[in-house]
């Protein structure tokens, strides 16, 4: 019953509380100088909702707008210059690929066959990529979507904690210059369009080609 909590509030109640809980935790991550301290803190949220019985969801085209949009960010990293990188140091590319997902295979097959979760959810969350990607399909192949949510999304976040750590306690940072944060740019009303044109043309055709996270992925590629 205490699990159950939020589910006795109304739905803004329960939006409330999730902003006000996303708000707490984003602001004490920025405060202690960790990177995507917006994206961390709004999931550590979340989680602490969804474990408390919390009913409000995202509705479904906000939710793959919002995807469409974390995929032209992504895009919009990716640059020609990375390319010649590869052939330089291209047994450290895949090397690091098989490990990983030989790591992450092994781990799922053996909480699998030890029946510690039920199917085939370990190996959908203990799987490398892209979380929403491997929630997704996890559902469409039978396995526990909460428990594959709750297992990638806390991989993210200790990942990326455990990144930002290691990069400030270990690797020199002096003479990178960390850019301030603008919190509200002005608009460039040309670049904003193209955005939406990319993320709309994006996410359809993903659809279209029916892949997984198609409005991430579709978006994505395009972008890039």
Known sequence: PT????????????WLALLVVSLLFAGALELAALPAALLIGPMLAA?????????????????GAAQAI??????????????????????LFPGVVVATVTASSLL??????????????????????????????????????????????????????????????WVDTSEVEIPAIVWFPPIDAQAFAATIGIAVVGGLAGKL????????????????
Request: hydrophobic share 55%; glycine share 8%; with cysteine.
């Open 47 to 63: 989680i602490v909702a969804g474990t408390n019985g919390a009913t409000v969801r995202v509705p479904r085209l906000l939710f």
């Open 108 to 169: 799922g097959w053996l909480i699998s066959r030890w029946r510690i979760l039920p199917g085939t959810t370990a190996v959908w969350g203990s799987s490398p990529g892209a979380a929403t990607a491997m929630v997704l399909m996890a559902g469409a192949f039978g396995a526990d979507q909460r428990l594959v949510a709750f297992m990638q999304y806390l991989r993210v976040i200790f990942v990326s904690m455990t990144a930002a750590l290691v990069a400030k306690m």
């Open 70 to 91: 974390v995929g032209c960010l992504v895009a919009a990293s990716i640059s020609a210059d990375i390319f010649p990188v590869f052939p330089q140091e291209w047994p």
């Open 209 to 224: 080609c029916r892949l997984p996270s198609p409005f991430f992925l579709g978006t994505f590629i395009f972008g890039t």
């Open 3 to 14: 699990l159950e909590r939020m589910a006795r509030m109304r739905k803004l109640w329960q």
